[in-house]
């Protein structure tokens, strides 16, 4: 057990503190929720650059890391539906929420595949970019009620526009992350489809 590690694993506990306050209604909930989540996504970056500097990259580290990033990002969007943050269509936010999940259950999968038969599948270029584009998205949709809540308290100025703009950027995002989504989970099929397909070795 080294820091990297230990940053990784406390994304775990983290994300149910901030699904916690997401749901809170007392002053400064919502802030407190926001910052949590950031520095979930930072110890998201600085496990990895730890952990390739001081040379401990570990087959434990490249599975939890993307299983933390995995639980974190899954269980925000659940609350962000179930508190229809989103105001899109119950249906179709359902929908988007489904595919995230099924994709992450399969590339999991296909990772469980891959170690039975000592492959360590390492996290492709393009499920980082997902992954950092999805940090971005629902950093932006939790900003949301921060703006909304909580800075009216010490700003004077209204943030009506402050409120619009991190929902939409939030959204705009978001849809983005489900295209990198889609490609790297099909750059991880082409690459580890012998794990599928081929027989085990003997």
């Keep these: 057990m080294n820091l990297p590690n230990v940053l990784t694993l406390i994304r775990m506990p983290l994300t149910f503190a901030i699904v916690a ?7 400064g909930a919502a802030t407190l ?9 930072i110890t998201d970056w600085l496990d990895g650059k730890l952990a390739r500097e001081r040379n401990t990259v570990s087959d434990f580290g ?4 993307a299983l933390a990033d995995k639980v974190l990002v899954i269980g925000v969007m659940v609350a962000l539906l179930d508190l229809e943050a989103l105001r899109l269509p119950g249906a179709f936010v359902i929908m988007l929420v489904l595919m995230v999940i099924a994709r992450e259950f399969t590339i999991s999968g296909l990772r ?6 000592g492959v360590v ?13 999805q940090l971005t998205a629902l950093g932006f949709l939790m900003a949301e009620p921060m703006v909304a809540r909580d800075l009216p ?23 983005v992350s489900m295209w990198f989504m ?7 099929y082409r690459k580890y489809r012998h794990v599928l397909f081929d027989a085990p070795a003997a």
């Design 21 to 27: 306050l997401m749901y809170g209604t007392w002053p």
């Design 33 to 41: 929720a926001f910052w949590l989540f950031i520095a979930a996504a």
């Design 62 to 65: 490249k599975f939890m890391d």
């Design 112 to 117: 469980m595949m891959a170690a039975t038969r």
């Design 121 to 133: 599948m390492a996290a492709e270029r393009g499920g980082k970019v997902k992954t950092i584009i």
């Design 153 to 175: 308290r010490i700003c004077p100025f209204p943030l009506n526009g402050a409120v619009w703009l991190a929902h939409w950027t939030g959204l705009v995002l978001f849809f």
């Design 182 to 188: 889609f490609s790297s989970m099909w750059s991880y």
